[in-house]
């Protein structure tokens, strides 16, 4: 369980509150760059941290992420013009650069004192990379080098980026990537645990409580889960890195490809998840890609481009799950029976169908979850270090001590690996494989208590 102040504590996202200002210090992913890929494309609505905001590419190609609404009156700028370099707000023509600066005021009369270096919007700073547009919202003297994500650094054609709707606080998506018990329920498929070659999926399945090891370091977690596998041990080695970023391991061997997700608040109740899949040595090669696509881990058909409408009537432009609380993610019981342990397709649908119905603090505030009712168990080790790391990092920042890696990029290169080891002992395991976790740098883990 977690004491009720620090739930509140860990959700909340506005600004001023102590999640909020930790989340104001990094870098995050904003938006998709094939959303606005071309120069004067229609703007995206977006809402980040709990602020409304629209993307755009102008004339020239700039990315701008700026206010919603028109410093005039108002009005919203996602119904504005954007052309000849800026975005025209439709009521009355103001327009605004990439930067947030008022260009024209056509509607003040000739002669009349010129106001515009006074009425310009909020512009965030942008770094567009692995197929993203990136923000970073906290203070402008605060504002860190961009960091060195693994798949930030390789090629374009090396990485290939997604995003979706979940209709959650952040914190429980978080929550679940570095919670690798419930893979072998949640996700487990029935089919292939009868196939000859087994797989990965399949060797988790046969021991279903791993055994767990953690060690802080100085980007977050990187967490071992071991399970016995026909006379060895299957390693699964997980990353946290800070804020929200989870680095997932893909089948046994080594590391050529790799793939993570970032939880982005859009407010305390509602999450954008952005997935990243990417390869060290050579770019992604069509039929991966396609696999992707038909594993709905990428757009259509399990994706919908379209808007929702958020509780407060303010509507932002994203990606929809076709499989939705709505329809309750296609549950499917005769499949539920004989083929996977959920009866829903696909392991994200699987994820949001449980966080996005676990018991909320109340009907006015949903996807935040009574923390205070939970019963842990060892296993959840991972979780427990996560939020004890995160309520600390806020506890400091209140008290001006500002996280420390957001000033060392490199220290976000790391890598989640996974192989099959006669070794046993975690440490002896990292010994012998943990240079294949650094991707750049060098980290020294500590035990977590
Ligand atoms: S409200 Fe935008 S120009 Fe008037
Ligand atoms: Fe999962």
């Known amino acids: 369980m977690l004491r009720t102040d620090l739930n509140e504590a860990l959700s909340r996202v506005g600004r001023g509150t102590p999640m909020g200002e930790l989340f104001r210090r990094f870098w995050l992913p ?50 504005g013009r954007n052309e000849d370099c800026g975005l025209r707000c439709a009521y009355h023509g103001w327009k605004f650069d990439v930067e947030g600066n008022c260009l024209e005021t056509p509607n003040v009369p000739v002669g009349a004192p010129d106001i ?54 952040w914190s429980q998506g978080l929550e679940g990537e570095i919670d690798s018990s419930h893979i072998s329920w949640l996700h487990r498929d029935f089919d292939r645990e009868n196939t000859k070659q087994k797989s990965a999926g399949a060797q988790m399945s046969e021991d279903a409580a791993p055994h767990i090891e953690l060690r802080q370091t100085d980007y977050g977690l990187v967490y071992g889960a071991r399970r016995e596998f026909e006379g060895q041990y299957q390693w699964r080695v997980t990353q946290f890195i800070l804020p929200m970023f989870s680095l997932i391991p893909r089948a046994p061997g080594d590391f050529v490809a790799g793939g993570g997700r970032a939880w982005v608040p859009i407010d305390d109740n509602h999450t954008t998840v952005f997935t990243f899949g990417y390869r060290v040595d050579q770019p992604i090669p069509q039929d991966e890609l396609d696999s992707y696509y038909r594993s709905g ?12 409408t958020l509780p407060d009537g303010y509507a932002i ?10 329809n309750d993610y296609l ?17 994200h649908d699987q994820d949001r169908a449980l966080a996005e119905n676990s018991r909320s603090i109340g009907g006015a505030d949903p996807g935040i979850i009574d923390r205070s009712a939970e019963h842990l168990v060892s296993s959840d080790r991972a979780v427990v270090a996560a939020r004890r790391m995160l309520v600390n990092l806020t506890d400091a920042l209140r008290k001006g001590t500002e996280p420390a890696i957001v000033a060392n990029p490199e220290a976000f290169g790391v890598r989640a690996i996974s192989r099959i080891s006669p070794i046993a002992s975690f440490d002896e395991f990292m010994a012998a494989y943990g240079a294949e976790t650094q991707a750049s740098g060098v980290h020294a883990p500590v035990p977590v208590e």
């Not at 590419?57 to 005039?72: E, F, K, L, N």
């Not at 512009?123 to 990136?134: D, I, K, L």
């Not at 432009?317 to 709505?326: F, I, Q, S, Y």
């Not at 499949?335 to 392991?347: A, D, E, L, S, Y």
């Open 30 to 79: 904003a938006v998709l760059t094939s959303e606005i890929a071309e120069p004067d494309c229609p703007p995206v609505r977006l809402r980040i941290l709990g602020e409304d905001l629209v993307a755009f590419r102008d004339t020239r190609g700039r990315v701008g992420i700026v206010a919603a609404y028109c410093s005039h009156r108002l009005a919203p700028l996602f119904f």
């Open 116 to 169: 515009r270096k006074n009425v310009g919007i909020t512009a965030y700073s942008v770094h567009e990379t692995a197929g993203v547009v990136w923000i970073y919202m906290g203070p402008k003297e605060l504002q860190p080098p961009f960091p060195h994500l693994e798949y930030t650094d390789v090629p374009d054609d090396h990485v290939f980026a997604a995003r979706w709707l979940q209709r959650t606080n």
């Open 297 to 308: 881990a990428l757009f259509p058909p399990r994706m919908e481009r379209g808007r929702y």
């Open 317 to 326: 432009d994203t990606w929809l799950p076709v499989a939705n609380k709505e």
């Open 331 to 347: 549950l499917d019981r005769e499949m539920q029976r004989t083929k996977n342990f959920t009866g829903i397709w696909g392991v």
